[in-house]
Nanobody, 119 residues
């Protein structure tokens, strides 16, 4: 059974920085995608950044401010968020798409962590 554990959210002033972490545990054959989504109140969940087997993608709204990275030995993915803006306020979710011989490709979600940008 695959499990995701997020950490790192909180309250920060505009212009500040936060770093989100997500550790994945369990067993698998291939990690296809790892990334971060967010959902603000009254809005749909949206992609923030992701790492696939081919490239790295960012939402236009975070390009140049956010950086996604991975640590393979630690089975973790990170989101460094700089120059945060009030419109970045949302619940952030870690996301993995993982392939196993037994189940095929399956989506997994973290529990969500609140990021609030406010003065």
């Amino acid at each position: 059974q695959v499990q995701l554990l997020e950490s790192g959210g909180g309250l920060v002033q505009p212009g500040g920085s936060l770093r989100l972490s997500c550790a994945v545990s369990g067993s698998w054959n291939v990690i296809n995608i790892m990334g971060w989504y967010r959902q603000a109140p009254g809005k749909q969940r949206e992609l923030v950044a992701r790492i696939t087997t081919r490239n790295i993608n960012y939402a236009d709204s975070v390009k140049g401010r956010f950086t996604i990275s991975e640590d393979t030995p630690k089975n973790s993915v990170y989101l460094q968020m700089n120059n945060l803006k009030p419109e970045d306020t949302a619940v952030y979710y870690c996301y993995y798409n993982i392939y196993t011989y037994r189940s095929g490709s399956v989506d997994y979600w973290g529990q969500g962590t609140q990021v609030t940008v406010s003065s």
